[in-house]
């Protein structure tokens, strides 16, 4: 499975993003995908979890509210919708890809960035 992240850049804070992430290769293998992120000198977190069906999502408790993740039937597009932009939301974001046997895959990320 190849994962592919776009939809980065700069935002001010208030504003809405939405961020993508193109799945390819052997996606019917892949059992659950996720958003993290990576501010520069932190650890990356985890934001959120979506089953490969789309019938059920997971938030860390600071997403909920302003993030929703969704997926596409065909489980090659994974989206990150963020509103109500923060500067505290500036970060690299990655999408992870569960596969079988829990095998993981992970983009390379897409930066977001936030003015005041």
């Known amino acids: 499975v190849q994962l592919e992240e776009s939809g980065g850049g700069f935002g001010q804070a208030g504003d809405s993003l939405r961020l993508s992430c193109a799945a390819s290769?052997?996606?019917?293998?892949?059992?659950?995908m996720n958003w993290y992120r990576q501010a520069p000198g932190k650890q990356r977190e985890w934001i959120a979890a979506?089953?490969?069906?789309?019938?059920?999502?997971d938030y860390a408790e600071f997403a909920k509210g302003r993030f929703t993740i969704s997926i596409n039937n065909a489980k090659s597009a994974l989206l990150l919708q963020i509103s109500t932009l923060k500067p505290e939301d500036a970060a690299v974001y990655y999408c992870?890809?569960?596969?079988?046997?829990?095998?993981?895959?992970w983009g390379q990320g897409t930066q977001v960035t936030v003015s005041q």
């Open positions: 992870n890809a569960i596969g079988a046997f829990g095998k993981e895959f």
């Open positions: 290769g052997n996606t019917f293998s892949i059992k659950a």
């Open positions: 979506i089953t490969g069906d789309g019938r059920s999502t």
